[in-house]
């Protein structure tokens, strides 16, 4: 009899083997006789549901441990099954989340009692980049929020994070402008930036409130006719303004005139030929429109230094004028300079006038000049240094730093924030 149970049961139970038994323990179900321990044994097969797993982006689909249920086929499960996922990735590439999972940061699936998809998210790796603070002249080093892109370590970034900077400037100093942001123009303390694919270097550059910053003018040159301080080559000579001279932290009435190109009020300079760049300790005070070797050309010649006071009170003006003056390895002729130096009555502002500065020799448009302003040996802005940066025919004025700002098209009143000259601090 026991022989046919299987047949008659189909696939929905299962018997042991046969075996002994004794008959008062025989039970009959329905036609059939049955033993009632073999009855008990008699059990439906567990229900499974299929787990399919998919990836996204670069690399293979994850694999499941185990790798099924005990009683079901590969890849199903029981309800209420733990199993754990592992992702595989491509090179350079890493997991990013997971969907179908307990959740999208966990590998770990409780089978549900239903088949289920889970899928592993794959995402190109991201470099972290360093970005480097620093800052000239006096004050901090600028923050950066955030500190650094989330998995990379303090102070850098992943490409693109987008990063808030602010600057905080020593009490007497102010923003003369950025380096390496996304506004280098402006004087703001706050700024910003995307980070990057490389290394980046961010700059706050701070300027003394009592240096002076330069913008662009349209061209103003004074027309005078002027006084000869008939200057011989390494000369200067002195001028006194009729009208205090307000230069940086000072007042002056004495100007030194060298006929290198240069002015200075706290002493003469005429003897120092080779120009440098500025700051130089040589000197305190300098106001070097076209510091070079050039070579005034004596008394009762129209090739000099002029000077002429014009304007009238409370609007003067000191207009100091070199005037055809050749290069000493020059020849004379066309091989010319000719620019001002204009110094106002109450204001501090300084303004430089070029009318011909197209020599044809070695200093041809300040090739081989310094062109600044100086307030102490250890603070100096410089617009260039042994550089062709001059243009005939051009002007620049000067200000004081708290007062600095950047005019474009000025006749148009059309104004925005600026950077000053370069500044530079021993």
Not at 3 to 29: A, D, W, Y
Not at 124 to 131: G, I, K, N, R, V
Not at 156 to 184: C, H, K, N, R, V
Not at 358 to 363: D, H, L, N, V
Request: glycine share 10%; proline share 6%.
């Amino acid at each position: 009899m026991l022989s046919t149970v299987g047949k008659m049961i189909g696939k929905q139970l299962f018997l042991k083997p046969r075996k002994p038994f004794n008959e008062l323990s025989r039970l009959v179900l329905g036609s059939i006789g049955l033993p009632i321990w073999l009855c008990l044994l008699v059990q439906p097969l567990p229900t499974c549901y299929t787990l399919t797993r998919t990836h996204t982006g670069s690399g293979s689909d994850p694999t499941a441990s185990p790798p099924s249920s005990s009683g079901c086929s590969s890849g199903q499960y029981v309800a209420g099954q733990t199993i754990t996922m592992t992702p595989h990735p491509s090179a350079g590439h890493h997991l990013d989340y997971w969907t179908g999972t307990n959740s999208s940061s966990s590998n770990i699936l409780t089978m549900p009692s239903s088949a289920r998809t889970v899928t592993a998210h794959y995402a190109p790796d991201q470099t972290c980049y360093e970005l480097t603070r620093t800052h000239t002249g006096q004050g901090d080093d600028p923050t950066a929020v955030p500190t650094s892109s989330s998995g990379c370590a303090a102070g850098s970034y992943q490409t693109g994070e987008s990063i808030q900077l602010e600057a905080t400037p020593s009490s007497g100093w102010a923003m003369a402008g950025w380096q390496g942001t996304s506004d280098d123009s402006t004087t703001s303390t706050t700024n910003s930036l995307d980070m990057p694919s490389g290394d980046h270097s961010v700059i706050a550059n701070y300027v003394n409130m009592q240096d002076y910053g330069q913008r662009p003018r349209a061209f103003q040159w004074r027309t005078i006719s002027g006084t000869s301080l008939e200057l011989a080559l390494d000369d200067s000579g002195v001028v006194t303004s009729p009208f205090p001279i307000e230069f940086g932290e000072g007042s002056f009435t004495t100007v030194h005139v060298s006929g290198h190109g240069n002015v200075s009020f706290t002493g003469p300079f005429g003897t120092h030929f080779s120009n440098e760049q500025l700051p130089v300790s040589l000197i305190g005070t300098l106001v070097a429109p076209f510091w070079d070797d050039l070579d005034p050309q004596g008394s009762s010649s129209g090739q000099n230094v002029f000077w002429e006071v014009i304007g009238i009170h409370p609007r003067r003006e000191l207009v100091i004028e070199w005037r055809n003056l050749p290069h000493t390895f020059c020849s004379a002729g066309d091989n010319t300079v000719t620019f001002q130096v204009v110094l106002f009555e109450n204001s501090s502002e300084v303004l430089f006038n070029y009318l011909d500065v197209s020599s044809g020799c070695s200093g041809n448009q300040g090739q081989t000049a310094t062109v600044g302003i100086q307030t102490s040996t250890t603070s100096a802005a410089q617009q260039s240094y042994n550089l062709s940066a001059l243009d005939d025919e051009m002007s620049f004025i000067w200000t004081l730093a708290q007062g600095f700002r950047i005019f474009v098209g000025e006749e148009a009143g059309l104004e925005q924030e600026g950077n000053p000259a370069e500044s530079r601090r021993e």
